[in-house]
């Protein structure tokens, strides 16, 4: 780290000597599950009183309305906890944004609840990973920048929500609005256990396809039926026929059905699109609507899709590529090979890039499996990450640009 200067290496300190550990223990033993209202208003407040060490004002951003399909075929309203954020200095020079999530995959009733260690350096946990210990690494690095002589010259906005895991679809209005203006974003999802960072990401959009037919006797009368079942499954085969290259598609699950002596007439399709390009999501919800009008002549149903496209691709484009850029020369005065290469997950870094800002999306720290009764996170990389993430933004700030 010879290519620091003194105030570089006051700032790594203070970062590296933050509590983090204890802060990951702490907040991964509360159940913050995306529908678990209680935890995740007891998830909010334990985060509010931890960056309530920072300046700025602080809100909680209430959700924005959310509609789902259920399995009888009506719609209802789905509840969301509130999400955070943290204003600093909105009228400094450079502003950034950094994104983490409080939720977790994990409901009340899962058997995973507590943490583990597996090893003197793996920590076995829900959340560990995904995100909790990405939310202390950042906590770490705002703390440590905040203490620096041009802290002045930076204004950000943090924003911890509270739906990334179910699409941030109540959050993705207040992405976009605090995405505005910003000259950069970090989000702190985990990196691999290498330290390799995600780059291109692929886009998402999920549906329900509800087909309403008419029930008969499956015996006597089964012609005056139009089974809306038959229906689903012909839709699901037709939609899967658009899948290739730069575009998966996977029919995930029919809802419906019933007695085998019914001809049904309800059934819904959950399906999940991948796009690689905007110009796939263009192909694919051309394709969704010519199915769907030849199911509707063919098996003379009512059909209604629910749903959409919520996640754009995120390419690297030429902001892009500078902030990696940048985060890479941080890694390597501190020691560490930063790469990134492509994948199709997706999180609020597309949300993010689509509003033309660019992001590095995997500023968490390094661990695995997560989703699963496996997820862990390799402790050593709370300091390491929390180094790069303080270096990066004081870099930022320190140039007025990428």
Not at 68 to 88: K, N, S
Not at 218 to 224: E, K, L, Q, T
Not at 260 to 270: C, E, F, K, Q, Y
């Amino acid at each position: 780290m010879s290519s620091l200067s003194n105030a570089e290496h006051a700032v790594i300190d203070l970062a590296q000597g933050q509590p983090m550990l204890d802060q990951v223990l702490a907040w991964s033993a509360i159940n913050s599950g995306t529908r678990n209202l209680t935890g995740l208003a007891a998830m909010a407040n334990q985060l509010a009183n931890g960056f309530a060490a920072l300046p700025g004002d602080m809100a909680f951003d209430q959700p924005a309305p959310v509609s789902a399909v259920q399995p009888d075929g009506t719609t209802t309203m789905i509840d969301h906890g509130a999400h955070l954020v943290l204003t600093v200095r909105p009228d400094a020079p450079v502003q950034l944004l950094l994104t983490g999530h409080m939720d977790t995959v994990f409901p009340r009733d899962h058997s995973f609840q507590t943490t583990a260690w597996r090893d003197d350096v793996t920590l076995n946990g829900p959340g560990v990973a995904d995100m909790k210990g990405g939310i202390a690494v950042m906590l770490a690095a705002l703390h440590a920048v905040e203490a620096s002589p041009i802290a002045g010259k930076l204004g950000y906005q943090v924003m911890i929500n509270s739906d990334e895991e179910t699409g941030s679809l109540s959050s993705a209005p207040l992405i976009e609005r605090l995405a505005r203006g910003k000259l950069a974003a970090l989000t702190y999802e985990p990196a691999l256990p290498d330290g390799t960072l995600a780059g291109a990401r692929g886009g998402t959009g999920n549906f329900s396809i509800t087909v309403r037919g008419r029930s008969a006797h499956a015996g006597r009368n089964p012609d005056d039926g139009r089974n809306a079942l038959l229906a689903a499954a012909d839709i699901a085969l037709r939609l899967a026929e658009a899948h290739g290259p730069g575009l998966t598609v996977n029919p995930a699950r029919i809802d419906g059905g019933g007695p085998n002596n019914v001809v049904p007439d309800l059934a819904i399709l959950r399906v999940n699109f991948r796009p690689a390009s905007i110009d796939q999501i263009v192909r694919a919800q051309a394709h969704i609507d010519l199915v769907v009008q030849a199911a509707v002549a063919r098996h003379d149903v009512k059909i209604d899709v629910h749903g959409g496209f919520n996640r754009p691709p995120k390419p690297i484009d030429p902001g892009a590529a500078k902030l990696f850029a940048l985060v890479k020369a941080a890694g390597a005065d501190l020691g560490l090979e930063i790469g990134w290469h492509a994948t199709g997950g997706v999180c609020d870094g597309n949300n993010i890039a689509a509003c033309g800002v660019p992001v590095v999306d995997t500023m968490g720290v390094r661990g695995g499996a997560i989703h699963s009764a496996d997820e862990f996170l390799l402790v050593d990389s709370l300091a390491e990450r929390a180094a790069l993430s303080a270096l990066t933004i004081l870099r930022i700030a320190e140039r007025g640009h990428l």
